[in-house]
């Protein structure tokens, strides 16, 4: 909307709820009292926002809140003509990465993220991972305290509707798990913004607002999750900082030390190995006392990795071996439900990775073949854990069984949209023409396969 465009739907909406423009500033001065908020709009600031001004965002807020309060349902802000502006690049940039004192900040920029990766602007498709904000963010989570507190009346209402944002999310997780981030991204964004965020906002008080807040750290998980495979990496770390804050909103220890574990995923794959052994780390103190034995087993997985990335082999082992110790002692009746993924294949996927990362060829293939069950494995799964196992037959001069693992995780993969396997395929595709191989005629083969499905990695002679 142009700055002068008289907004006619603040104006549709206070002739709906019956409001004058006195009528409306008292409501919003009150709105401001009760938050906590100075505010103090007269109907001339009231006439002046109908022509075409926007006031504050925390003016904004407090005139959604109080219209709704009127008309006894949530108004959002599209509804009054006051859309999240593109001009708060700077601050979600900047804010974004920052563990926030209020989670009402964090919902803020959790909607104007969204509605930068909803609209593919460059906020969202542009924005590189800050390597420098990793200490602020775990001390913020490790040291903050939540705000909640206990109202048993509310505790049905709150777990209801949590329970259905948490069904959705895990439905569409099981769908990334099959088909990418990149297929799903879209899905949970507009379920984030549509049902989510103006639950967010709806005044929800004691184990209501924490169950809610709990199923909102759980959705910013998973969009975080499905950015980082899109390869949206600024975008992704935005969201698990501030899925870290709601998960602090509701108390949830283990929730925040799978945001944490994230991070730690994401810092070690863009080469920022010591910021993802702290974060692994920081995931496993957050959780002391709190976590089942398969999540601690995550836990130290993504430790053993980041360790092996340093080239720490004594390390790793050491991470590797705890972690194996505690997958031996789990019970899944104690598991979250987010964990289910994580079974004795995934543990030995994640050795895999860490002997590849450590140049040990001959452990790469023997824990990527313990990583793959033949039907229970999704395609997906089993196009990164090819490409891993071939990478280990490289190294060991199997050239014959690489390219033909490689081939398999490429004709796996299919319609998969993950910028993350692209990159693996890519690698592994540098290896075999940075060396002796770029003439022999089964490299030549594999290189018109991955031209015929991924014609950006390979170019013609």
Known sequence: MAAKEPNRRLAAVMELAGVSNKGLAVRVRGEGRRIGLDISPDHVSVKRWLDGSRPHEDTIRCIA????AKLGRVVTLTEIGFDS???????????????????SRAIDILEGLTDADMGDYPLATKAQ??????PGIITGYLFAASSWEPSPSEFDAGLGLAARIRATVRNLTELEFQYGGGHTRKMLLAYWKSEILPELRNGHKGLARQELF???????????????????HGTAQRYFVQGLRLSREAN?????????SNLSHQANY???????????????????GRASATVNAMFLAMEARALASLGDSRGCGAALNRAEQEFARRRQEDDPEWISYFDAFELAGEAAHCFRDLGHSRQTQIFATQAIDPELTPART?????????DGALADGNLDEALSLASQSVELAGSLQSSRHGRYLSDFYGSLTGGRHIKHPAVKAFADLLRSKHPEMVHSD
């Open 65 to 68: 809140a109080a219209l709704g």
């Open 85 to 103: 502006p593109q001009t708060g690049s700077a601050d979600l940039l900047l804010d974004g990465v920052r563990y926030l004192p209020e989670s």
């Open 129 to 134: 991972w800050d390597p420098t904000v990793s």
């Open 214 to 232: 709990a199923a909102a750290a759980d959705a910013a998980e998973v969009l975080g999750w499905n950015a980082y495979d899109a390869g949206r």
């Open 252 to 260: 949830d220890a283990v929730m925040g030390g799978q945001i944490l």
């Open 270 to 288: 863009l080469g920022n190995f010591n910021e993802a052994v702290h974060f692994a780390r920081a995931a496993q103190s957050a959780t002391t």
């Open 382 to 390: 089993r196009s990164f854990i090819c490409i891993v196992h071939a």
